[in-house]
């Protein structure tokens, strides 16, 4: 476990309280004075009849070091102890020291406090019946101290506190504990402790974690941080409970400032022990995340070694080139399957390994790069790139000036028992845009050309296709002010009509295989502005077509947020688009869908954002995304969502977290696939706390990659207030399915 935290109490006492609240240099007393007057000290008192009144001396505004003075009456002797009585105050900066008796000896510079010792800070309040301390070697005791700590109300008790010296503090008999008073419902407890201030570490022995007045885990020996530094050290151990139940123990290493690395060490259930570690690095010009987990000996999987990797690294060669490297990989398709926590990430079809240089300066921007995949899907085969260059010049001009810019490109595919080869690409565009705040009008006219030469093909080895696309974009802004006479608030609503046309020629391009292109999905208003609807390059789609769409806007006009936004477009085709990818069929419609876009919000609770498609011959819903979340300040939250896509899926959705009362609540999230009547993952979860721990429980259920089967994990969370979590992995699971929560 990582216990940085626990030295709160002892960081604040070493640092602030000891080394600044009572240390001060040797002064020496007179008959005249109480403390000599310098730079460090300023008395505030009144000497009369070998008696002292001392007038009210807390200030709030302190002279910086100087020490203020208050009791009741006084007695100074020339010669041995100088005693204060009654409501003695002793200020330094912000620090005070309060007493019902002090005293200090001229020879040997020692202060003794004693009744109702009080010291205290804007981060700290220390309490005990005897303090005592020298001013010349900058030691001293505490009796029976109690102590708190921070505005997250950590608090302990120590037997007695050593200042051995200025930079050394020992702790003996010492306990911790963010609970409030009276309710220690957990506390950690050592034997000694001792700080260094020089070095900021601390070591405690024979340490327990207690619940209540029962010790649950026991270290015979601690070393720690002061400060945020990082430790090496044992981090908060998880448990897992699923098919691969088991206990994860992690060891943090801090190798230095600008790298560590991680390893830790579980147990497995029928499986054995796995293996993970993770090293970080970070300098002027590299850094990244190298990962790799491995098991052994699989006792399920034939006993063989199982394993995976991710890296992630980016260097800066100069300030206008970088170099990146992202890759992963696993032995086994069926690794995901085993060791999975979600539908997501068991369904994975494969592994991106990505290198990349790229240098960018402009006008001009190059790069140039490798890209290869672990297949486990075979279902989906991407090609490789070997290599992948890039060129594009783009030569910076005014908002109306006349645009040029070129985008190429010349890229070798590979794919086993597949048509293979290289594809060259480049793209000129000008344009033009004329206007100002309420207007535009913004024309475009690109030729694109591109050069397949292929391998492994019966047909022709060398295909040249050269197409222009000519677009018109335009659009008008209107503006009006609208106030709710309810509110009396002010908003601006906007309607803003658009005209989008474009322009491409057919030409027959079947005999063009495909590397890396698809169809895009027809279903947000920004598909209505595409000139392309192809994504990728192996097809240039034949378009003559007008796109008409209007939006409209409301937004605050104090601070330009939107409030809401609605827009409804369509595209209208002036001929049948026969480009199509192999087994595609000509789009005849003259028709696009009717789509219909509504976001915003409906008041400080709800949030609305849909998008719908009706087909334009019989108005019927072709696709539907449907999203509502409310949110309150009560800590409620509830997501409904409804999802179509064609005949290919149709989902329902519904997440939410309700607090039952100040110390239970609930969230629970559901995904249901109602085209095929069965549910695709669930999560139920508990959550208590109060003022000191806190604690969750979640319990999962998903489909995996098979379709039939399902798996049922349990995450388990504990966190002492103001100490840490033992356990991350049922909150990252809550956020991940619940819109809007957060780690109350």
Request: proline letters at 3%; hydrophobic letters at 30%.
């Amino acid at each position: 476990m990582n216990y940085s935290n626990f030295s709160k109490a002892c960081c604040v006492l070493s640092l602030i309280v000891f080394a600044n609240a009572i240390h001060a240099e040797s002064s020496k007393l007179s008959n005249n004075d109480l403390i000599k007057t310098n730079s460090s000290y300023q008395c505030l008192a009144n000497y009369h009849n070998d008696k002292l009144t001392v007038s009210s001396a807390i200030n709030t505004n302190p002279v910086k070091d100087a020490i203020y003075l208050e009791a009741d009456t006084g007695e100074i002797r020339q010669q041995g102890t100088s005693t204060l009585n009654g409501n003695v105050v002793i200020q330094q900066n912000s620090t005070v020291f309060k007493s019902d008796h002090a005293s200090i000896n001229r020879e040997d510079s020692q202060v003794t406090a004693q009744g109702n010792v009080v010291l205290s800070d804007t981060n700290f309040e220390l309490k005990s019946p005897l303090v005592s301390y020298n001013l010349d070697n900058n030691s001293g005791t505490i009796e029976d101290a109690e102590y708190a700590l921070g505005s997250e109300g950590a608090r302990g008790k120590s037997s007695e506190i050593k200042v051995l010296d200025k930079n050394n503090l020992e702790l003996n008999n010492a306990t911790f504990t963010s609970c409030p008073i009276n309710k220690d419902s957990w506390h950690f407890a050592s034997s000694d402790i001792k700080l260094n201030n020089e070095t900021q570490i601390g070591t405690a022995k024979n340490v327990t974690f207690n619940v209540g007045k029962v010790p649950i885990f026991y270290f015979p020996w601690l070393k720690f941080p002061i400060n945020n530094q990082r430790l090496s050290g044992f981090l908060s151990p998880s448990v897992r409970l699923q098919n691969n139940s088991g206990i994860t123990i992690p060891y943090y290493f801090n190798l230095a400032p600008n790298y560590d690395a991680t390893g830790s060490l579980t147990t497995l259930k029928n499986r054995g022990f796995q293996i993970d570690t993770e090293f970080r690095y970070l300098t002027e010009k590299h850094q990244g995340e190298l990962s790799y987990n491995f098991i052994p000996n699989d006792k399920s999987f034939n006993g063989e070694k199982r394993d995976y990797f991710k890296i992630e690294h980016l260097t800066r060669i100069n300030e206008i080139t970088n170099l990146k490297l992202n890759a992963e990989g696993v032995s086994d398709e069926e690794y995901f399957d085993d060791f999975s926590s979600s539908l997501e990430t068991s369904t994975r079809p494969a592994l991106q390994r990505r290198l990349e240089i790229r240098q960018n300066n402009r006008p001009w921007i190059f790069s140039a790069a490798v890209e290869d995949y672990q297949i486990l899907d075979v279902d989906e085969d991407p090609y490789s790139k070997l290599p992948e260059l890039k060129l594009s010049y783009e030569p910076k001009k005014g908002p109306k000036d006349l645009k040029f810019k070129v985008n190429s490109e010349l890229t070798y595919f590979d794919k086993a028992n597949s048509v293979t080869g290289t594809r060259a690409d480049i793209k000129f565009n000008l344009s033009k845009k004329w206007g100002d705040e309420a207007w535009f009008f913004k024309p475009s006219l690109s030729l694109s050309h591109t050069l397949y030469s292929l391998d492994n093909t019966i047909d022709e080895s060398r295909i040249n296709r050269t197409l222009p696309t000519f677009t018109m974009d335009s659009g008008v802004f209107f503006d009006r002010d609208v106030t709710n006479k309810i509110l009396k608030e002010s908003y601006t609503q906007t309607i803003e009509p658009r005209i989008f046309y474009t322009y491409t020629p057919y030409k027959d391009q079947s005999n063009i295989p495909i590397f890396d292109t698809a169809r895009t999905n027809f279903s947000e208003s920004n598909q209505l502005f595409l000139e392309n609807r192809f994504t990728g390059k192996d097809r240039i789609a034949d378009t003559n077509q007008l796109t008409f769409a209007v939006s409209s806007r409301i937004q605050d006009r104090n601070n330009g947020d939107e409030i809401f936004k609605a827009t409804i477009g369509q595209v209208f085709n002036f001929n049948n688009r026969k480009v199509t990818l192999p087994g595609g069929t000509i789009l005849t419609g003259k028709r696009s869908d009717l789509l219909l876009e509504l976001t915003g919000r409906l008041n400080d609770r709800f949030r609305l954002a849909s998008t719908i498609n009706l087909r334009s011959d019989d108005r019927s819903i072709s696709n539907y995304d449907l999203r509502l979340n409310y949110q309150d300040q009560k800590k409620r939250i509830a997501n409904l969502s409804f999802r179509k896509l064609n005949t290919e899926l149709e989902q329902i959705s519904f997440s939410g977290s309700l607090p039952i009362n100040d110390k239970w609540s609930m969230v629970a999230s559901v995904d249901q696939d109602t085209k095929n009547d069965r549910n695709l993952e669930s999560l139920v979860g508990l959550e208590y706390q109060d003022c000191c721990w806190k604690t969750r429980v979640v319990v999962k259920r998903y489909l995996t990659s098979d379709n039939v089967t399902y798996e049922n994990p349990v995450f388990i969370e504990f966190e002492l207030k103001g100490l840490g979590n033992i356990g991350k992995s049922a909150t990252r699971q809550i956020k991940e399915k619940i819109y809007g929560y957060d780690d109350f």
